[in-house]
């Protein structure tokens, strides 16, 4: 892929359910750099405790492609669409791509959040992220994420 960085963005990928891993590392197969936020939770069975990995964004995988050739990525295996109003491509920006990734690098207790309604402030307190402020626009699954 010869691509100029003006042809390139982060888009978010909607993937079947419990899928993310498996198109990452399709995605990443073909070329594309991928991004699956994820957070270790302990799961408890009745005969035993387990570390899981899990996705942080439930369903979604974040790829940099080549905004006028999306098709290699809609067409991997496990991918539903890429996330965007009417059908179009809803860029994101390269400095929200890399907050996520400071926050899940931290270190720092990371989960999904299931008590915020659409239009609240979200303002981070503590943490790589502290003082940012931004509006919830969207819920889904359990999992709350915005665009600025």
């Known amino acids: ?3 100029t960085q003006c042809d390139q963005a982060w888009v978010a990928v909607q993937v079947r359910p419990r899928q993310e891993f498996v198109a990452s590392r399709v995605l ?9 936020p994820s957070y270790s939770s302990k799961r408890k069975w009745s005969d035993r405790t387990k570390e899981i990995i899990t996705p942080l964004f439930s369903g979604d995988v974040f790829c940099k492609l080549d905004k006028k050739v999306p098709y290699p990525v809609i067409s991997t295996p496990g991918v539903i669409r890429i996330v965007g109003p009417g059908g179009r491509i809803a ?3 390269d ?3 890399e907050a996520i990734r400071l926050a899940t690098n931290s270190g ?3 989960q999904p959040c299931d008590y915020l309604n659409i239009g609240d402030r979200i303002r981070i307190t503590s943490g790589p992220l502290q ?8 819920v889904r699954a359990a999992t709350a994420w915005s665009y600025p």
């Open 95 to 97: 400095s929200e791509i």
């Open 1 to 3: 892929m010869d691509l």
């Open 131 to 138: 003082g940012r402020e931004d509006f919830l626009i969207s």
């Open 28 to 36: 990443r197969g073909k070329g594309y750099e991928e991004f699956v």
């Open 108 to 110: 720092c207790s990371i």
């Open 91 to 93: 860029p994101i920006a």
